[in-house]
């Protein structure tokens, strides 16, 4: 294997950065990356930790990551939240991908969690046909709503 999946070190967070920025290209949204690594550092290694990352380090090269962070679902209680998964252009297909997600439902089956949950962009048809593959069921009558900073002040103004 030309590649180790392990838990990721707060060193390795300014490699982690440039992932998820590399994503953000990738899903077109060249400017939505907010995070720091010093911001990751404090967050996954702080007193409380915020989230569990996996890396794949390919002799001192992260070249992929997995990112889980916990929540709790009325309907089944304990789940995981899978962030994201990414893996540089250049090891896609060498199944590094599949790897990283083996990682997240083994250490989602160490917590005893009833679900493991994702979001997936709907023009990323290779990242759907993957997941569907491993099993996944990819809810496309579903959407995605969130509040940024700027709703949420918004919303705020708006309460009487």
Not at 105 to 133: C, H, M, P, T
């Amino acid at each position: 294997m030309e590649y180790l999946i392990r838990e990721a070190l707060a060193t390795d967070m300014t490699q982690v950065l440039g992932l998820i920025e590399e994503l953000a290209v990738f899903e077109k949204e060249n400017d939505a990356v907010e995070i720091t690594a010093q911001d990751l550092v404090n967050d996954g290694f702080g007193l409380e930790k915020k989230f569990q990352c996996f890396v794949a380090d390919k002799r001192g090269v992260i070249v992929g990551l997995a990112l889980v962070y916990p929540r709790y679902s009325t309907w089944k209680g304990t789940v995981i939240h899978l962030e994201d998964l990414i893996v540089t252009e250049q090891m896609r297909g060498s199944g590094l991908g599949t790897a990283l997600l083996d990682r997240v439902v083994q250490y989602g089956n160490e917590l005893g969690v009833k679900r493991i949950s994702w979001e997936v962009i709907d023009w990323n048809e290779s990242a759907i046909r993957f997941y569907e593959r491993k099993g996944a069921n990819v809810m496309r009558d579903w959407d995605v709503v969130q509040l940024d900073e700027e709703g949420m002040r918004e919303y705020l103004q708006n309460i009487k």
